[in-house]
């Protein structure tokens, strides 16, 4: 097949969120389809530069960064990144010409651009919530624009594996809903042997503003965190942080050692780097995750698993669809997490084993991708 994988890689500029459409391009093209990556950033691009702190309309910077990212994968002519009157990457003519012959355009929660006539021209296109509840709620509040994007897609996924669950308050807004997990492409994230000591994650403290839906009110990470701020103090245990959009002394005075996350994020290697030299993962998702019961899972998280690094996280609903207590341990409350560190900690070797036979049963691309394609063709 031939394969159009959207996504928002030179927007972030962010390690993570690169290895996000990596796995998905990495893995199908081991699968043996050919791949090309779109960033269509529609009437102009807007792009913050992390180094300077500042902010720029020119496609170079979010353009360069895409092939800085793809290069070391041999995906260097294989992209293009566009606005509504440039392009960058390879020729537009020759990208126009993979449309008309693409089997499938892939949207990874893609900010929808101005729709373009081009877009029709592969035989489907899918769409992939990774954002889930807080996607189906923007579009029960009215958010056109997001709608008619979505709508665009024969077939609509989402992370959101418990979706449909008596006790899951996501809507149906957009649907509907087919069910995926996030993919980790396993060659590029091998087992860490190296010894390491400190449990860390990589947070954004605030992405967006809550969303209210029904009265209720779904906050991000900045409402769920706290409740978590004095665990470092009851244990030995040390903690690494890396994290944007809060003072680093919100964290450090409660004993959490803390990174700059735009630096640790700031390439796919360096992201790796400091995923697989930490000892595990101690994962706080967004409050919405947590009080929405949608059994959420991070793109993060699976490469921590694929590491062979276990991962501690507040419960979204996981145990329904995934095997937790070995190599995944999920909390609910302080207590709960305490419990969970020292059980890793106390059979470290037994979890490290686990997490990556999860990664390979549950999350890898030639299991997830096969999956994700039959349903987005049939």
Partial sequence: ??????????????????????????????????????????????????????????????????RACLEPFGLGDRWIYRDNYRSLGMPLENFLEFCSRADLLIMRAVPFWNWRHEYERPCRRAFIDVDPGF????????????????????????????HGATDCV??????????????????????????????????????????????????????????????????????????????PEELTRHGWEVAPGEVVSRTPQSYREFIQQSRGEFSVPKHGY??????????????????????????????????????????TDPDSALRCVEAINTDYDLHHRAARQLAEAHFATDKVLPALLDAAMN
Wanted: aromatic share 12%; hydrophobic share 40%.
């Fill in 290 to 331: 947590v009080t929405m019961r949608g059994g959420w899972f991070s793109d993060r998280s699976v490469c921590y698993l694929a590491s062979g690094r276990p991962v501690a996280i507040e419960d979204t609903g996981l145990a329904d669809w995934l095997p937790t207590g070995k190599g995944l341990l999920t909390f």
């Fill in 1 to 66: 097949m031939t394969i159009i994988v959207a996504g928002t890689i030179g927007r972030s500029g962010l390690g993570g969120q690169a290895w996000a459409g990596l796995q998905y391009l990495l893995g199908l093209r081991a699968l043996g389809h050919e791949v090309v990556y779109l960033e269509d950033c529609g009437k102009s691009s807007w792009v913050y530069i992390w180094e300077k702190e500042d902010w720029t309309h020119e496609l170079d910077y979010p353009a360069g960064y895409v």
């Fill in 170 to 247: 996501i809507p149906g807004d957009g649907g509907p809903w087919l069910k995926t997990r996030p993919p980790v492409f396993l060659p590029e994230w091998p087992v860490a042997e190296s010894a390491a000591t400190k449990f860390s994650s990589v947070m954004r403290w605030q992405g967006f503003k809550e969303v209210v839906h029904r009265g209720v009110s779904y906050g991000q990470r900045d409402q769920e965190f706290p409740r978590y701020f004095d665990l470092p103090q009851r244990t030995t245990q040390k903690f690494l942080i890396a994290q944007m959009g809060s003072k």
């Fill in 135 to 162: 996607t189906q709620i923007a579009i029960a509040n009215a958010d056109a624009g997001l709608a008619e994007g979505i709508a665009r897609a024969e077939r609509r996924f989402t992370y959101a594996q418990r």
